[in-house]
């Protein structure tokens, strides 16, 4: 997908700004819409049907767009410079996105829980394997993107567009049938019901007892205590955050309260760990951002670099190999070796928390983007000194090889997180969270392009924006990494805030547990 900024930009002849804006808006919305898969495989589908019904609009999307870059006819004349895209063309391109951004994001919203729903995470054994299912998760995700930014690429550009994408259809469809063929194995856990209707019921029902006074013993507010209720769902323990939330299971007068009436301690408890997620997703929604922006922007700084590397020619479409070798070796390495030795010394069953790994991905991300704005210069002197003798693509393997790194501490470090940390009825909304941080990201990055243009163009001495035009040569790219990285480094100071506050699950349950045998 990170490729088709170039198919944008030479074959619909959108400008660069408008292809980097194209394409963040499609993945953002892409990850936006994980959100809706994983709704529905918590609450009215398993996990599979939701893949396979998701899967097949993916497949269906894939299949117009490869439709579209084949026919002359749904493709801008060669002679046309800007607005090309309008009337039947622009239908077809923006249905088959929209169908394709539907069902990849459900696709997302879903896969990786059912995954990890096949392993007990109160067995210890159960908690290490799930671990280590996100690191091969994300390994395998790895070896497909190289697949995809190293052969798919070479026959899209050597040969034709449309090649690339039927490519994509095709394997779309086989890993498809690939899940299907599982269905007798999966483990499904049972459905629930809606859980934005219990996050209502809460909020409601706390609003409507705002002046009543609660219990000085928590043991007073309402719960539950029957075994069968609990044998699938996770009954949760009472904390003292938010305790505002507290008042929806403040025991009414009534012998059989309604629902409506009362929730639950373990209910209650499910809307606030929901809340002190947030702040953990919101940190790092702008390291998001800057990976967006690094995605598109390197894949077109490659056009004006010289694009032989070790004597052969290598597309820039194919930039996103350089961080994808990075975590091909890397993952393995860190799965084996610096996991066994960092649980030796932590005994934590991951070796390091979710949010610490995270905060390493963080402070990569601040490197990376510095590195960034280094090499930009270099690029653009020279090119501005001797066009004919630009710098090799190879320089640009810098900013992005660290950033694959952090990518695979931050996004299977949030996987993680919002899997285990979340109710047992929310498991597949929770970890599609980690999606909706990357949409975010998607999408500032788009804002932030056009801000940022808007702004430098009134206070630039030249009064041009720091990235405007076709040309990279006469623009600021440089300032616009920099900007991001000092950006970074303010999120990563709220991000250790917020990871501060935060307590685990099993850090409030073990909490209960000693308070009571205290008592």
């Not at 097949?56 to 299949?63: A, D, R």
């Not at 607005?83 to 923006?94: Q, R, T």
């Not at 705002?210 to 044998?231: A, G, M, S, V, W």
């Not at 393997?397 to 009825?425: C, R």
């Amino acid at each position: 997908m990170v490729s088709m900024v170039i198919y944008f930009h030479y074959l619909l002849k959108f400008d660069i700004p408008t292809s980097s804006n194209t394409l963040t808006n499609f993945l953002g919305s892409v990850c936006l819409l994980s959100l809706l898969g994983g709704f529905i495989s918590d609450t009215y589908l398993n996990r599979l049907y939701t893949i396979l019904i998701f899967g097949s609009l993916e497949v269906i999307g894939l299949s117009m767009v490869t439709i579209q870059a084949y026919s002359k006819d749904l493709r801008p004349d060669i002679t046309c410079e800007k607005s090309c895209i309008k009337g039947g063309i622009a239908l077809m391109f923006y249905g088959s996105l929209s169908i394709l951004a539907i069902g990849t994001g459900g696709v997302k919203g879903a896969l990786p829980a059912l995954g990890a729903d096949q392993f007990d995470s109160k067995d210890p054994k159960g908690a290490k394997q799930l671990g280590s299912y996100f690191n091969w998760y994300m390994l395998s995700t790895t070896f497909g993107a190289m697949i995809g930014v190293t052969f798919v690429v070479w026959v899209s550009i050597n040969k034709d567009w449309y090649w690339g994408f039927f490519m994509g259809t095709m394997a779309a469809i086989v890993g498809f049938i690939a899940i299907a063929l599982g269905k007798p194995f999966y483990h499904y856990p049972p459905l629930r019901s809606s859980p934005l209707l219990r996050i209502a019921q809460v909020i409601v029902v706390a609003f409507k007892n705002r002046r009543l006074t609660l219990p000085e013993n928590p043991d007073e507010l309402f719960e539950i205590n029957d075994i069968d209720k609990y044998q699938y769902d996770e009954k949760l323990p009472h904390t003292n955050q938010f305790r505002l939330l507290d008042k929806a299971a403040i025991v009414p007068l009534e012998t059989f309260p309604q629902p409506w009436k009362v929730c639950t301690v373990t209910q209650v408890e499910e809307v606030k760990v929901l809340t002190r997620m947030l702040p953990i997703l919101a940190s790092t929604i702008i390291m998001n951002t800057c990976l967006a922006q690094l995605q598109t922007f390197s894949v077109l700084q490659g056009a004006f670099m010289d694009q032989h590397i070790f004597g052969k020619k290598f597309p820039p479409a194919s930039i996103p190999i350089f961080p994808l070798v990075f975590m091909t070796f890397l993952i393995p390495i860190y799965e084996f070796v610096v996991v066994p030795f960092a649980r030796k010394i932590t005994g934590h069953p991951s070796g390091i928390t979710q949010l610490q790994r995270v905060g390493v991905g963080l402070i990569l991300s601040i490197i990376s983007m510095g590195v960034a704005g280094i090499i930009e210069v270099k690029r653009r002197d020279q090119s501005i000194k001797d066009p004919f003798n630009p710098i090799s693509l190879f320089w640009l393997s810098f900013q992005y090889g660290i950033f694959g790194l952090a990518d695979m501490f931050t996004i299977v470090g949030l996987m993680e997180f919002f899997y285990k940390e979340a109710p047992s009825g929310m498991k597949s909304l929770a970890t599609s969270f980690a999606w909706l941080s990357l949409s975010f990201g998607y999408f500032l990055s788009s804002a932030f392009v056009d801000i940022m243009n808007a702004v430098t163009k009134k206070i630039a001495p030249s009064k041009k924006g720091w990235i405007e035009g076709d040309n990279l040569d006469e623009s600021n790219l440089n300032l616009f990494y920099w900007f991001l990285a000092v950006l970074s480094t303010l999120n990563f100071v709220v991000y250790l805030l917020c990871a501060s506050w935060y307590r685990y699950k099993e850090d409030t349950a073990e909490s209960k547990t000693e308070s009571r045998n205290d008592q």
